[in-house]
T-cell receptor, first 114, second 112 residues
Framework: ETGVTQTPRHLVMGMTNKKSLKCEQH?????MYWYKQSAKKPLELMFV???????ENNSVPSRFSPECPNSSHLFLHLHTLQPEDSALYLC?????????????FGPGTRLTVL | DAKTTQPTSMDCAEGRAANLPCNHS???????VYWYRQIHSQGPQYIIH???NNETNEMASLIITEDRKSSTLILPHATLRDTAVYYC?????????????FGKGTKLSVKP
């Protein structure tokens, strides 16, 4: 266990559905991240939040909408997704407002878009 | 793009040392070398990091060449549970908030 939990672990949705992914960290960290890992591709950074403020949006399509209500919780709201959005979505957290610190990853949500 | 080059895959016999190389010839003076691994269908796991001195922890050792253009991650006694993709990443320590750039990594297969 890394102290970062993600729910659900698996999700199947149609292209017209709206769903949300949840991430929670129990480590007291102040930065949280969303990554996407498609089949046979490297992990791609999507969003970064620091003290609830979004500090990075890596040119992610608007059908992905992040929300960070507090430093312990991070959501990824999904709507009108495409089949190519099927992937493993990973959440991570780390401590520190500046500089790099080790990131702790959750187990991921395996998303399938039909 | 990732700033590192790693072999696509490696095999290692169980109980033997696994030595995973990484080239980072364009590394800057303020960039650290970090290693993560990802066991199948799980999130990446931090292993170790270093700047220029060799480092050791309970999981692995990191050997960085004197010119810092390459490094080797050593798992001293590999087990079947060490089968994973290993990522070598260079990143500025003290720079912008930890934006890891993952490459394709090395798929290590530990065999009985």
């Amino acid at each position: 266990e890394t102290g970062v939990t993600q729910t659900p672990r698996h999700l199947v949705m149609g292209m017209t559905n709206k769903k949300s992914l949840k991430c929670e960290q129990h480590l007291g960290h102040n930065a949280m991240y969303w990554y996407k890992q498609s089949a046979k591709k490297p992990l791609e950074l999507m969003f970064v939040y620091n003290f609830k403020e979004q500090t990075e949006n890596n040119s992610v399509p608007s059908r992905f909408s992040p929300e960070c209500p507090n430093s312990s919780h991070l959501f990824l709201h999904l709507h009108t997704l495409q089949p190519e959005d099927s992937a493993l979505y990973l959440c991570a957290s780390c401590q520190g407002t500046s500089g790099y610190n080790e990131q702790f990853f959750g187990p991921g949500t395996r998303l399938t878009v039909l | 793009d990732a700033k590192t080059t790693q072999p696509t895959s490696m095999d290692c016999a169980e109980g033997r040392a696994a030595n995973l190389p990484c080239n980072h010839s364009t590394i800057s003076g303020n960039e650290y070398v970090y290693w993560y691994r990802q066991i199948h269908s799980q999130g990446p796991q931090y292993i170790i990091h270093g700047l220029k001195n060799n480092e050791t922890n309970e999981m692995a050792s990191l050997i960085i060449t004197e010119d810092r253009k390459s490094s080797t991650l050593i798992l001293p006694h590999a087990t079947l549970r060490d089968t994973a993709v290993y990522y070598c990443i260079v990143i500025v320590y003290g720079g912008s908030q930890g934006n890891l750039i993952f490459g394709k990594g090395t798929k290590l297969s530990v065999k009985p």
